[in-house]
């Protein structure tokens, strides 16, 4: 029997040792173990649809897999897959791309770490807008490049204005990332908006990592538009990335895209070929279903979405010591807890222990007067779980 003699003094590689493990998903598993003991929680922290994969997308998975369609594709993704993306990005987006711009990943996720990883380098400075998605940070952090962090709040709906980005804006800055609409705030750059701060990107030489992920979540009749779509000079410096989580209810298949200028997409092929090689092959025959077949659950999941954040917005807005902007994609709300004169972590942790309520501490976005509530959950338990919060701040105040 061989077992840990605990003598080791392991030396752990600067880019590792620099990352802070995902907040967002611990507190899930908090939240997930008290249910477990038989705990009545209730959960805002999803990051995912509560809505099963349309099932013509399972079935092309599973004929694929039946066919016997079990082997290695080329690492940036299968013909059809990489031509499906490109004609959508034709379509919907007035973007042309070759299906060699197109890489597919393990998710959007790891489409994101490719791109970061692909193009910075020690030395470079990567301007990211906080509120942030957590990961971003710690995969510029994984490059060896260094992040740059520029605070908005909801007095401007979380979006960096064109006069920050500028003085944000260094020789040494290589990328801005955007990620409209946001995870976490909801919040949506107008296409004026999003030109503004492209043309600075253009006129600095700034590449933008534009994260579109929730592209197809919005409401209150808002739209979006690429930042790559507004002139040849914005598409040279923008890299698009996108995926199949959202839209589609499909987080756990793990595929997502980037589409990029040809030279960085040459790149992000080598990278991949190199790590995890190509997503898995079946989930992929899905994707092609999932971008051609119908998309007749879209609005079904928009109308049941709008009527909660619609709901819970409102009763965000009597509680006292909240305040709450709306959002207007995405599925996910910010509230503003700074009045009640908790900070996001105490306040979450609080709250999970006294009302058995999970939610993600703003801190966590790089926000901590802010938490963060999904609404990827039921009416009923979004009901529940704001009336818990209601006495949660009552008693605080
Ligand atoms: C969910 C999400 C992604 C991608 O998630 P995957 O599961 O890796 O496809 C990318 N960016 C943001 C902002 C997200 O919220």
Redesign the pocket.
């Known amino acids: 029997m061989v077992s840990v003699c605990g003598a080791m003094n392991y030396k752990i590689s600067h880019q590792a040792a620099a990352l802070s493990p995902s907040l967002t998903l611990a507190i899930d598993s908090k939240a997930k173990q008290m249910k477990a003991e038989g705990k009545d929680v209730v959960g805002f922290g999803a990051?995912e649809p509560d809505f099963d994969t349309p099932q013509h997308i399972k079935d092309a998975a599973a004929k694929a897999l039946a066919d016997g369609f079990t082997k290695y594709t080329p690492a940036a993704g299968i013909p059809e897959l990489r031509q499906a993306i490109a004609d959508k990005h034709k379509r919907e987006n007035g973007l042309s791309y070759k299906p060699s711009q197109i890489i597919v990943s393990c998710?959007?996720?790891?489409s994101?770490f490719n791109v970061i990883f692909a193009t910075c380098e020690k030395g470079d400075e990567v301007i990211i807008p906080a509120p942030y998605?957590l990961s971003y940070p710690e995969m510029v952090k994984m490059a060896s490049a260094t992040p740059v962090i520029v605070e908005t709040s909801d007095r401007t709906e979380f979006k960096i204005t064109p006069e920050a980005l500028r003085r944000a804006i260094t020789s040494k800055t290589r990328l801005l990332v955007l990620?409209s609409p946001s995870?976490p705030t909801g919040s949506v750059y107008s296409p004026d908006e999003i030109k503004a701060i492209g043309d600075i990107c253009v006129e600095k030489n700034v590449l933008i990592m534009s994260?579109e992920?929730y592209e197809h979540l919005l409401y209150d009749g808002v739209t979006v538009r690429s930042v790559a779509s507004f002139s040849p000079a914005h598409y040279e410096h923008t890299i698009v990335?996108h995926?199949?989580?959202?839209a589609w209810s499909m987080?756990g298949w793990?595929?997502?895209w980037c589409a990029a200028p040809e030279p960085i997409a040459k790149a992000i092929d080598a990278v991949q070929s190199h790590s995890t090689s190509n997503p898995t092959s079946f989930a992929q025959k899905g994707a092609v279903a999932a971008l051609t077949g119908p998309q007749d659950h879209l609005p079904k999941w928009l109308a049941e979405f709008n009527k909660r954040r619609t709901f819970a917005w409102q009763k965000l807005n009597t509680i006292s010591g909240i305040s709450c902007v709306n959002a207007k994609g995405a599925f996910y709300l910010f509230p503003n807890i700074s009045r009640t004169g908790l900070k996001s972590t105490e306040f979450c942790a609080r709250l999970l222990e006294a009302e058995q309520v999970a939610a993600v501490p703003g801190i966590a976005f790089g926000a901590d007067d802010y938490i963060r509530l999904s609404y990827a959950t039921s009416m009923a338990s979004i009901e529940k779980g704001l009336e818990r919060i209601e006495r949660f701040c009552k008693r605080l105040i």
């Open positions: 990051g998710g959007g996720k790891h994101c998605w990620n995870n994260d992920i990335v995926g199949f989580a959202k987080t793990r595929l997502g």
